[in-house]
């Protein structure tokens, strides 16, 4: 002590907090020899490190693995993953409107879409997406993303039907940006019934980054969505959506 002030002095011991020069700690788990610090097995500069997995030192010092992994002191590249389920995260709006985003278009403020029971629905939990267009002349859509192989062709499939109004009312089905289906939206018939099934429609494949798909990790995330457009002078019209389906064909 000089002066009231603790001092480094001997470098050269074996002090874990001034190893070699006044204030340089050792790594974590080390110790200092001599002023040098000493790992409790290998060593690259000053930092303990495991060569058989550190993935900047991957087998030697250094030695760098492009994909992060380092095993028994090798690079590593692990097989990529894609899942070849369904490429809807909630399809049949079992969890609500979770993962879709619904956007009125036309059709006055009272319109909406939400989700919610429906005693015409074909799955068992009977939660169904529902577009209500309260004026002449609605539009609305829905988007969400759908998670695909790259290079796999899917096919696409879904439900709707309409249990009140009268205006003429077309549906769109748009993925990636491209249009892959349009047609009429069902004629009210009883409650209960009058589902009309889409499928068979071809989605991709894709190959990588471009308008309307991005890369997420192994798998792409593309782009959907589904316009409602309604023309006519009827007060309202009521639409339903459900079992939305996207898979990979075998």
Not at 146 to 155: D, E, F, I, N, Q
Not at 216 to 231: K, M, N, T, W, Y
Request: aromatic letters at 10%; glycine letters at 14%; one cysteine or more.
């Amino acid at each position: 002590m000089i002066n009231g002030q603790l001092q480094c002095l001997n470098v050269k011991s074996n002090d874990v907090n001034n190893c070699g020069a006044c204030g340089r700690k050792c790594p974590q788990g080390s110790r200092c020899e001599g002023g040098q610090c000493k790992c409790p097995a290998e060593q690259c500069g000053d930092r303990c490190v495991s060569l058989s997995s550190h993935p900047k030192n991957c087998g030697s010092c250094g030695r760098v693995s492009p994909s992060g992994y380092c095993v028994q002191g090798q690079p590593y590249t692990p097989p990529a993953f894609c899942s070849r389920g369904n490429a809807f995260r909630n399809g049949n709006f079992a969890n609500g409107a979770n993962d879709w985003s619904a956007q009125i278009v036309s059709g006055g403020g009272n319109s909406r879409f939400d989700v919610g029971f429906d005693g015409g629905a074909a799955d068992a939990d009977r939660m169904v997406g529902i577009f209500s267009l309260y004026a002449p002349n609605g539009g609305a859509n829905l988007k969400t993303s759908l998670k695909m192989c790259p290079k796999l062709a899917y096919k696409l499939g879904f439900q709707i039907r309409r249990p009140y109004g009268t205006d003429s009312c077309t549906y769109y089905v748009y993925v990636a940006g491209e249009l892959k289906n349009s047609g009429a939206v069902p004629q009210p018939t009883n409650i209960g019934a009058g589902w009309m099934w889409v499928s068979g429609l071809n989605a991709g494949p894709f190959y990588g980054e471009r308008q309307g798909v991005s890369v997420a990790g192994p798998e792409l995330s593309v782009d959907f969505q589904l316009d409602i457009r309604c023309s006519g002078n009827a007060p309202y019209n009521f639409i339903r959506v459900d079992q939305f389906s996207v898979v990979p064909v075998q």
